[in-house]
């Protein structure tokens, strides 16, 4: 199989693949709960994502999402802040 072949395949995969990639995560571990749901086979980057937060009833359109990446990254930069200046 040549590159192209296996270019063309791939991608023929990703335009017949359905549904939605869900991310279930948890507010207080936010970071270590996102790396974890994306490692499993189920999730797809390729996919549409939608968000739950663990132990909440919403439907995901557009809020949990939001919600999400603000929550990330505000993590990481706090992360981030006490790698640069201590916890202090």
């Given at each position: 199989m040549t590159t192209a072949e296996a270019l063309t395949s791939y991608q023929a995969g990703l335009a017949t693949e359905s549904g939605d990639s869900v991310l279930?995560?948890?507010r207080s571990r936010i970071l270590n709960s996102t790396f974890d749901a994306m490692k499993r086979r189920t999730f797809s980057c390729h996919k549409n994502l939608k968000v739950?937060?663990?132990?909440?009833?919403?439907?995901?359109?557009?809020?949990p999402r939001r919600e999400f990446f603000?929550?990330?990254q505000l993590s990481w930069l706090c992360c981030a802040h006490c790698l640069c200046y201590g916890s202090t």
């Open positions: 279930t995560v948890r739950e937060f663990s132990g909440e009833e919403a439907v995901d359109e557009g809020g603000r929550y990330v």
